[in-house]
Nanobody, 127 residues
Framework: QVQLVESGGGLVQAGGSLRLSCAAS????????MGWFRQAPGKEREFVAA????????NYADSVKGRFTISRDNAKNMVYLQMNSLKPEDTAAYYC????????????????????WGQGTQVTVSS
């Protein structure tokens, strides 16, 4: 069983930055592909970013490309999401997720392709 715990969310003004962290335990972190998703009230959970086992491959949603950066530190069992130039539209609960097997580019963006999920951390961007 893999457990994921997100942290780093909070309230920030538009144009500001936040860094989200996800701590993994209960598994071999280096063998998991990781992803970040977000969900606002009344909306579907949507893909934000993903990163492969080694960190060499990354994928981003068009809405965050150029503003967000996903990274991982396998020695610390951590994955991060650096969020810059935040917009009110970025307001949502952010979740990290893990997949046991490698994924294709299409699979990396799919909510149903991940095996484990954290409880989420709230990000609120004010104007």
């Amino acid at each position: 069983q893999v457990q994921l715990v997100e942290s780093g969310g909070g309230l920030v003004q538009a144009g500001g930055s936040l860094r989200l962290s996800c701590a993994a335990s209960g598994g071999t972190f280096t063998r998991y592909a990781m992803g970040w998703f977000r969900q606002a009230p009344g909306k579907e959970r949507e893909f934000v970013a993903a990163i492969g086992w080694s960190g060499a491959s990354t994928n981003y949603a068009d809405s965050v490309k150029g503003r967000f950066t996903i990274s991982r530190d396998n020695a610390k069992n951590m994955v991060y999401l650096q969020m810059n130039s935040l917009k009110p539209e970025d307001t949502a609960a952010y979740y990290c997720a893990a997949r046991r097997r490698p994924f294709t580019t299409a699979q990396a963006m799919g909510v149903t392709e991940y095996n484990y999920w954290g409880q989420g951390t709230q990000v609120t961007v004010s104007s």
